[in-house]
């Protein structure tokens, strides 16, 4: 994965302080690759503003609600139990949320599904050896790497 230990750790601390309720447990790091990061930020993005919309309304409309308005649910608080790659697909594991935040992680997992897992460009799922998803250059490298290990006769 192309990214340095330091960006790693940056991009983990910024997303831990930022959403200290979300990363509030052990989830076992972001064990994918850098061209996904964008998106694991946006749904969290979303994820925290609409449970904090959501919940203010609810709270506001609780102490004060002279117009009869309907009283929003509470969401419960998400909490992350696990981020990580498989068969080539982000998998956005958590505990909490409603049907709203859980068509928000099916949406994501749609889009990282046709990005490059590397580098963030369009990318598609790339079969042959550990199923990836990513774009034609990070294909090409990865196939060039695997002649390099393995030889030719595949
Ligand atoms: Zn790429």
Redesign the pocket.
């Known amino acids: 994965m192309r990214y340095t230990e330091e960006q790693y750790d940056n991009f983990a601390k910024h997303m831990e302080e930022k959403y200290p309720e979300m990363f509030s447990q052990p989830y076992g790091g972001f064990a994918v690759g850098a ?1 996904w990061w964008p998106i694991i930020e946006a749904l969290c993005r979303q994820i925290d503003s609409y449970t904090k919309w959501r919940n203010n309304t609810r709270e506001s409309l609780l102490k004060d609600n002279p117009h009869n308005y309907p009283i929003p649910e509470k969401v419960p608080q998400v909490v992350v139990e696990q981020i990580k790659e498989k068969f080539g697909g982000l998998r956005f594991y958590y505990q909490g949320g409603d049907e709203f935040i859980r068509g928000l992680e099916t949406m994501a997992e749609l889009w990282a599904g046709h990005t ?6 369009p ?1 598609e799922r790339r079969s042959g050896g550990w199923i990836r998803t ?6 090409a ?1 990865r196939q060039a790497k695997y002649k390099e290990r393995f030889g030719d006769e595949n």
């Open positions: 061209g490059c897992e590397e580098c963030g460009k990318g990513l774009c034609d250059e990070h294909e490298e």
